[in-house]
């Protein structure tokens, strides 16, 4: 359904710690999720993807698990730097198809 | 490799006036997609063309058009523009079949 005023959930760390952003998705049918990182003033910008097929997939500093049961996604940024502070968005696919259905974001804020 | 291209980056316009504003895709990239981002409704996806055909649309009055040429780039159109409209205006784009989908930067659209 349709939100008004979407609240955004903030996430505080410090840096080089470790960042844990959660993410539940709606459509069971989906089989294709992406995280992507949105800075102040720009679009949003590709960090991983997974495929329903598998519960886990690792790139430089993050990682993605995917809970299908609980239909929850969660982004895993490992030792957190200044450079990493934005908003996340998890988004859910078909495969093959070009219509992605965003969450509605959390900011990450790093404490020095 | 140059990234989405979008233009004009900035643009104020009044209401009842309309716009258009102008996609550049990732080069071989046939598959070109607009998304409309707000406070409220956060990311929310408009429609997506692929091959000069409009394969999907997303809940949007008949006011917001597109359309893409026979080189991928992409116009999307805002007719009889309303306050509500202000908003950015994402373009994204993928390869036939694939499902990575990279953003531009975005138009800021203001009406008033």
């Known amino acids: 359904g349709e939100s008004v005023g979407l609240h955004l959930p903030t996430l505080s760390v410090q840096e080089g710690d470790n960042s844990i952003i959660n993410c539940a998705y709606s459509?069971?049918?989906?089989?294709?999720f992406i995280w992507y990182k949105q800075e102040s003033g720009k679009g949003p910008q590709f960090i991983i993807d997974i495929r329903s097929n598998m519960d886990k997939r690792q790139g430089q500093r993050v990682t993605v698990l995917l809970n299908k049961t609980v239909k929850h996604l969660s982004l895993q940024i490992a030792a957190t730097q200044p450079g990493d502070s934005a908003v996340y968005f998890c988004a859910e696919n078909m495969e093959g198809a070009q219509k992605l259905v965003f969450g509605q974001g959390t900011r990450l804020t790093i404490n020095p | 490799k140059a990234g989405v291209t979008q233009t004009p980056r900035y643009l104020i316009k009044t209401r009842g006036q309309q716009v258009t504003l102008s996609c550049s895709p990732i080069?071989?990239?046939?598959?070109v997609s607009w998304y409309q981002q707000t406070p409220g409704q956060g990311l929310q996806f408009l429609f997506e063309y692929f091959s000069e055909t409009q394969r999907n649309k997303g809940n949007f009055p008949g006011r917001f058009s597109g359309r893409q040429f026979s080189n991928s780039r992409s116009e999307m159109n805002v007719s009889t523009l309303e306050l509500g409209d202000s908003a950015l205006y994402l373009c994204?784009?993928?390869?036939?079949?694939?499902?990575?989908?990279?953003f531009g930067e975005g138009s800021w659209l203001t009406v008033v």
């Open positions: 080069s071989g990239h046939r598959s």
């Open positions: 994204a784009s993928s390869s036939a079949g694939g499902n990575t989908i990279y």
């Open positions: 459509n069971s049918a989906s089989d294709y």
